[in-house]
C-alpha cells in the first residue's frame, strides 16, 4: 500500500504533509489505494446515566396527639415548641423523644420526583432507593450536615 508523500492537495492545492490520508482542507482523500467506504466510522453508543446519591434530612415526624391519640405531622421546625392538635385543639410541647413520637414516625419529599416518604427513623444515616422512582437518596440527620459544613 502507498502512502502519501505529501505535496499539494489534486483538488484544493493547500500543502499536505506525507503520509496523510485525507486533506485537511476538502477532505480529499489523497491516499489513492483508499477507498471511501474502507474507512470505518465507530459507532455511538451513549453511556448509561450515572445514579446520583442525594443527601436529604427528614423534614419532620408523626405524632399521636395526647388527648384524642389522632395522627399529626409536625414539621422539624417544632421541635421543643409548644403545639396545637388540629382535630382536638390540646396544647402540647413537641418533644421527640416522647412516647406519643412513633417509631415510624419520619417524613420528607423525595428529591428527585417530589413525591412524600414515609420512612422509619431506623433508616436515618441509611443509603435508600425511593419507592416510587427507584431514585438514589441518603437519609441524614441535621447534625451530620452541620459536621461536614463546620469541616469545610
Not at 31 to 53: K, Q
Not at 81 to 93: A, I, M, N, Q
Request: glycine share 6%; aromatic share 8%.
Amino acid at each position: 500500500m502507498t502512502t502519501w508523500i505529501g505535496g499539494p492537495c489534486p483538488d484544493c492545492g493547500d500543502d499536505m504533509p506525507p503520509a496523510m490520508i485525507h486533506c485537511r482542507n476538502c477532505r480529499k482523500l489523497l491516499n489513492t489505494d483508499l477507498e471511501w467506504d474502507s474507512v470505518e466510522v465507530a459507532i455511538f453508543i451513549p453511556l448509561e446515566e450515572l445514579d446520583s446519591m442525594i443527601e436529604i434530612v427528614p423534614t419532620g415526624v408523626f405524632v399521636d396527639c395526647p388527648k384524642c391519640v389522632q395522627e399529626l405531622k409536625i414539621n422539624r421546625k417544632y421541635f421543643g415548641e409548644r403545639v396545637e392538635c388540629k382535630f382536638c385543639g390540646t396544647d402540647f410541647r413537641l418533644d421527640p423523644t416522647s412516647p406519643h413520637v412513633k417509631e415510624s414516625s419520619v417524613y420528607s419529599k423525595c428529591p428527585h420526583c417530589e413525591r412524600d416518604l414515609r420512612f422509619a427513623r431506623k433508616y436515618v444515616g441509611v443509603k435508600v432507593a425511593c419507592r416510587f422512582c427507584g431514585g438514589k437518596i441518603h437519609i441524614v440527620d441535621e447534625q451530620s450536615i452541620d459536621q461536614k459544613t463546620a469541616k469545610k
